[in-house]
């Protein structure tokens, strides 16, 4: 009796869901190609023309009367919005606008002012400190430089540069979330860290716009190139701009 074959082989069971589009390689490069592209030199001179067009007089949006109680309110800044800074320092430089009346005042008190700002007793702390620096160190006086600027408690590279900027009316890049992103998303570095985009800055923003063009880039990055959703279709650079994800007009 002959045996029943075993060369019977399974058909295969295809599956019935819909294969995913995936984008051609061409066009993947040509993405990738167009985001590590940074801006040519007449390409980023238009776009701080733009910006001086549209703004020419930039200001950073911290209040303060003075040097000092514009350290204070940027020491105060961090982690924290300038809506909500202003907010405690208006009644706070009423009564202490110089070192000597910030320590009369007393960290107890100064915590009672900006109670309502994030990290409030570390900075108050630090706050007294600076004070106490500058009346032994300095005379009181907020110092210009920024090595004298990064021995103060509380002050790091970014705040010494707003005051440098602010205050002395120095061509510094202060590098805050804002200015790192918008840097990277436009083309104007590839910087991985906010040093190197600083220091990025500083070699490829024309000289005539230097002494505003961190405002201007931190002002486009709050109210225009959101992080999560930039309003690519209002904005005065879109045609530059190397990010390949815009946002269509809504």
Not at 74 to 99: I, Y
Request: aromatic letters at 6%.
């Amino acid at each position: 009796m002959a045996k029943a074959s075993s060369d019977v082989r399974p058909t295969s069971i295809q599956s019935s869901a819909p294969k995913r589009k995936t984008a051609k390689p061409a066009a993947i490069a040509a993405k990738k190609a167009r985001k590590s592209a940074l801006l040519d030199k007449a390409e980023i001179l238009e776009v701080f023309r733009r910006f001086h067009a549209a703004n020419p007089e930039p200001k950073g949006e911290l209040e303060h009367t003075n040097p000092f109680t514009l350290l204070v309110a940027v020491v105060l800044s961090a982690q924290a919005t300038d809506a909500g800074v202003n907010k405690a320092t208006r009644a706070l430089f009423k009564v202490a606008d110089t070192p000597e009346k910030m320590l009369k005042l007393g960290e107890d008190k100064l915590r009672d002012y900006v109670k309502t700002i994030g990290l409030y007793r570390a900075k108050a702390k630090n706050v007294i400190g600076l004070c106490e620096r500058l009346i032994k160190d300095y005379d009181g006086v907020v110092p210009s430089d920024r090595d004298a600027l990064e021995t103060l408690p509380g002050v790091g590279r970014k705040t010494a540069n707003v005051v440098m900027n602010i205050a002395f009316h120095q061509p510094t890049m202060a590098v805050d979330t804002h200015v790192f992103r918008v840097a990277n998303r436009i083309g104007l570095s590839r910087g991985k860290t906010p040093l190197a985009v600083e220091e990025d800055l500083m070699h490829v923003v024309p000289k005539e716009y230097a002494m505003h063009a961190h405002h201007w880039l931190i002002l486009h990055g709050r109210y225009v190139c959101k992080a999560r959703k930039p309003e690519c279709w209002r904005c005065l650079i879109n045609d530059i701009c190397r990010f390949p994800d815009k946002t269509p007009a809504p």
